[in-house]
């Protein structure tokens, strides 16, 4: 089955302590991307990768990281929680390649993240 | 920089009515994207419009994407509870087609 799998879907940690959440897409996709998604404020986009070893920030990049090192992987990275990162993470993938329809996201389960 | 802007930001409606959600890019859109998310779900893709002036229809849903392609409209007929959820749209930005949603529309069906 085609799909987004993220983990882990729920976690509760504190400030500061290291933790990465991971990213896997089975559909040989090369576009990724990592969105939060807080009340009121809809879905906004941390980070994206066009392709292996290609990541660009998009408009709420500060506190994270990502790498992009295999084409089916993109493990978001909090390398010092904060509070103010509490929210529900998705990650999102498409083909990517320009024409119609290949930009379609198709998006993973969410992880539930809580900074304490 | 480059915006989507959805509104209303929500919509309560009794069962049977019709439902609108409309939005509006502050750049022309190669294509625009309709999302929704059932409540404790995740976003979920439901149609894609590419040409200026498209209309698309899936059952009740009328998806139209406007003539300079800098705007959009989901209209629902006759509203279920089934229909209870977030609807998003989306569009690509940039050469990079960086995919940029609006805040979208929570749908309330009131029974």
């Known amino acids: 089955e085609a799909q987004v799998t993220q983990n882990p879907r729920y976690l509760i940690t504190v400030t500061g302590k290291k933790l990465t959440v991971t990213c896997s897409q089975n559909?040989?996709?090369?576009?990724m991307s990592w969105y939060r998604q807080d009340p009121g404020l809809g879905l906004r986009q941390i980070y994206y990768s066009m392709n292996v070893e290609v990541t660009d920030k998009g408009d709420v990049p500060e506190g994270y990281k990502v790498s992009r090192k295999e084409k089916r992987n993109f493990p978001l990275i909090l390398e010092s929680p904060s509070p103010n990162q509490t929210s529900l993470y998705f990650c999102?993938?498409?083909?990517?390649?320009?024409?119609?329809?290949?930009?379609?996201?198709?998006f993973g389960a969410g992880s539930r993240l809580t900074v304490l | 920089g480059q915006q989507v802007m959805q509104i209303p930001q929500y919509q309560h409606v009794q069962e049977g009515e019709d439902f609108t959600t409309y939005c509006n890019s502050s750049t022309t859109l190669s294509n625009i994207q309709w999302y929704k998310q059932r409540p404790g779900g995740h976003p979920v893709f439901l149609i894609q419009?590419?040409?200026?002036?498209e209309v698309k229809k899936q059952k009740r849903l009328t998806f139209q994407f406007g003539e300079a392609k800098k705007n959009s409209s989901l209209h629902i007929t006759a509203t279920q509870t089934t229909d209870v959820g977030t609807y998003f749209c989306a569009g690509p930005m940039n050469r990079d087609d960086k995919i940029i949603f609006g805040k979208g529309t929570r749908l309330h069906i009131l029974p």
């Open positions: 559909m040989n996709h090369e576009y």
């Open positions: 419009l590419v040409k200026s002036g």
């Open positions: 999102a993938s498409s083909s990517g390649q320009g024409a119609a329809g290949a930009n379609v996201l198709t």
